[in-house]
């Protein structure tokens, strides 16, 4: 069992930026892929990022080139490091533990869920 928490939302004006973390509550975190979903009012949750266990790193079409992903091992902690941000970037964002990367690079989400962090996108 993973214990997941995200922090660093908030509001920022379009065009800045803000970092998330996911924090883990097991070393074994280490082991697992770990990907950022986000979600807006009305509309389904989307992948946004992965990082494999063996800092594999993908993307989604909408934040490539914009968000980076990385990890520190030695604090358990997942960070999503949000450039250029537009106001269609505002949603909830969710990390996750425990899926699977296809050999194309895709993750499919496994069943640790954190409670999510609102990071609002307006001037």
């Known amino acids: 069992q993973v214990h997941l928490v995200e922090s660093g939302g908030g509001l920022v004006q379009p065009g800045g930026s803000l970092r998330l973390s996911c924090a883990a509550s097991?070393?074994?975190?280490?082991?697992?892929?770990i990907g950022w979903y986000r979600q807006a009012p009305g509309k389904q949750r989307d992948f946004v990022a992965r990082?494999?266990?063996?800092?594999?790193?993908y993307y989604g079409d909408v934040v490539r080139g914009r968000f980076t992903i990385s990890r520190d091992i030695a604090k358990n902690t997942v960070y999503l490091q949000m450039n250029s941000l537009r106001p269609e970037d505002t949603a909830v964002y969710f990390c996750?533990?425990?899926?699977?990367?296809?050999?194309?690079?895709?993750?499919?989400?496994?069943?640790?869920w954190g409670q999510g962090t609102q990071v609002t996108v307006s001037s």
């Open positions: 097991d070393r074994s975190f280490r082991l697992y892929a």
């Open positions: 990082i494999s266990s063996g800092g594999g790193i």
């Open positions: 996750n533990a425990g899926g699977l990367v296809s050999s194309s690079g895709s993750y499919s989400p496994g069943d640790y």
